[in-house]
């Protein structure tokens, strides 16, 4: 039996989909971990039903230190009154700000799965194999796949629902539009639970997803990974949660790290500062915290040897927001709108013109006959990360040039909709009268590129012990929404790792 002295010290940093998996399988394992999560640990901040706010009623819990919320959609008719303002406070919905980019993450317990969509698709096997030559896609999509459609707790959305309700009126428009068009619509599998949300059209249970809630969390039905991986891991009695705490300095110390780290309030206030060593450490923040972690110790020489492709390879997953305001008979899309989305728009070929679009909702309890989409692209531009060393500022070169063929890819399919349809793009809902979103992204991706920044378990170059577990390891693109991919690709960077002893 191990001694406590001889027992390696393991930091996860960031509790999204990487840093659960991780947290779960080194606890099966037999290892205790610290699982150190910037936000909050909302099952523990308020009783159930109480955790998450509407996205038409936002408050002190919505948006992480900000004064005001920040929809994708900020206007309506050209007024700005989707936004409201709001307490300055620990929210689950935070935003990582660069000159040209807003890049949207989660923050809390269970990371990007408190505040997405649920939308739970498998990538293309073509396309990955494409993306990621460096790993073995047959084990992915025989063995890892699988495993993390099973363990998030994927299912078919319910037909009935689809196809009768009145939450999905606007799904069921765009769906005909599409087909008039000659485009092919696909249902996509999500990590709600459907039973729950046709108990929530009948008025049995509080409603949640038909109540408005998403983007800033689901009080009820969703399957977030503290229902998923985190409950699992807790369970074991061997992950110690340290919420609320941000790692601001990683550094090597002879064959151990240091993590500095700061202990907030839910308003902000410095509660502790710490250093702490560990044999070993996970970095699962995202990709946007883990290489401004990684690029800030580089910089000031806290770890040295690093590969000079750290901070590269990065992109938005081609997201690519648009919205048409719909004419002609049948365009209604409903007074009411569920918050999670069901379906798509398929027009993927792998090449440079493909777009699969979500069709999205817009739930803000009016008729509006606007068809919302989320596209993803195959944009062939890469960004990079930087260190500003005088500003102490990670910097990002995405611009509106960069973002300009997923711009392209998506207008064309827009054209051809309204084309057969009538309608017309609108450009009353995004910033600065735009028709198509080049400025934020859901999907950030890559930064710590798999076999290129680490090697091809993770490990990463030039810092043994250290390991990266998330979207910063994939690189720029994937097509469809990543979260099951990420999941995956960490289940089998994890058996990797487990079985050859790296995190022994």
């Not at 919420?243 to 993590?259: C, D, N």
């Not at 040897?305 to 008979?329: E, F, Q």
Request: proline share 5%.
């Amino acid at each position: 039996m191990p001694t406590a002295a001889s027992t390696p010290r393991i930091a996860i940093i960031g509790s999204g989909y990487g840093g659960a998996v991780a947290a779960l399988r080194l606890a099966q394992a037999g290892k205790q971990v610290d699982l150190i999560e910037m936000g909050q640990d909302w099952d523990k901040s308020a009783p159930e039903g109480a955790r998450f706010s509407r996205m038409d009623r936002p408050d002190a819990r919505s948006m992480w230190f900000e004064n005001r919320t920040d929809m994708p959609y900020t206007y309506l008719s050209g007024l700005d009154w989707i936004n409201r303002a709001v307490p300055y406070s620990a929210g689950a919905l935070g935003i990582e700000r660069f000159a040209a980019m807003k890049v949207y993450v989660g923050k809390g317990l269970g990371g990007g799965s408190l505040v997405n969509g649920g939308m739970a698709v498998t990538p293309r096997r073509s396309f990955v194999e494409k993306v990621m030559p460096q790993i073995d896609v047959n084990e992915m999509y025989t063995t890892y796949l699988p495993r993390a459609n099973s363990e998030l707790g994927v299912a078919q959305p319910a037909a009935d629902m689809i196809g009768n309700s009145p939450y999905y009126q606007f799904t069921r428009t765009a769906a005909a539009q599409n087909a008039k068009a000659g485009y092919q619509t696909v249902t996509v599998p999500n990590v709600y639970d459907w039973n729950y949300m046709r108990m929530e059209s009948f008025g049995r249970v509080p409603k949640s997803a038909l109540a408005s809630e998403v983007i800033f969390g689901n009080n009820y039905g969703k399957k977030s990974l503290t229902k998923t991986y985190l409950a699992k891991a807790l369970a074991t009695g061997r992950v110690n949660v340290k919420a609320l705490t941000e790692v601001t300095r990683i550094r090597r110390s002879g064959a151990a790290y240091v993590l500095s780290t700061k202990t907030i309030s839910a308003l902000g206030a410095v509660l502790n500062t710490a250093e702490t060593t560990y044999d070993k450490v996970i970095l699962a923040a995202g990709s946007v915290g883990t290489t401004r972690l990684l690029l800030k110790a580089q910089a000031n020489g806290d770890l040295t040897g690093l590969s000079d492709k750290l901070g590269k390879g990065w992109g938005p997953n081609g997201n690519t927001m648009v919205a048409r305001l719909l004419s002609g008979a049948n365009s209604t899309t409903g007074t009411v709108q569920s918050g999670i989305p069901a379906q798509g728009l398929m027009a993927w070929d792998d090449s440079e013109a493909s777009v699969f679009a979500e069709i999205a909702p817009f739930p803000v309890g009016l008729e509006t006959r606007t068809a919302g989409y989320l596209a993803l692209t195959n944009n062939p531009n890469t960004g990079t990360f930087t260190f500003n060393t005088t500003t102490g500022k990670m910097e990002l070169d995405w611009d509106a040039a960069k973002h300009a063929p997923s711009v392209a890819a998506t207008k064309a399919v827009m054209e051809r909709l309204n084309a057969a349809n009538g309608g017309a793009t609108r450009t009353d809902m995004l910033e600065n009268g735009k028709g198509y979103s080049d400025y934020f992204t859901y999907h950030p991706l890559g930064g710590c590129v798999l076999g290129q920044a680490t090697d091809l378990n993770g490990e990463l170059t030039g810092a043994p012990g250290v390991f990266v577990m998330d979207s910063s390891l994939i690189p720029a693109k994937l097509g469809v929404n990543p979260f099951v991919f990420i999941t995956a690709l960490a289940e089998r960077n994890m058996d990797k790792l487990l079985a050859a002893g790296r995190l022994a």
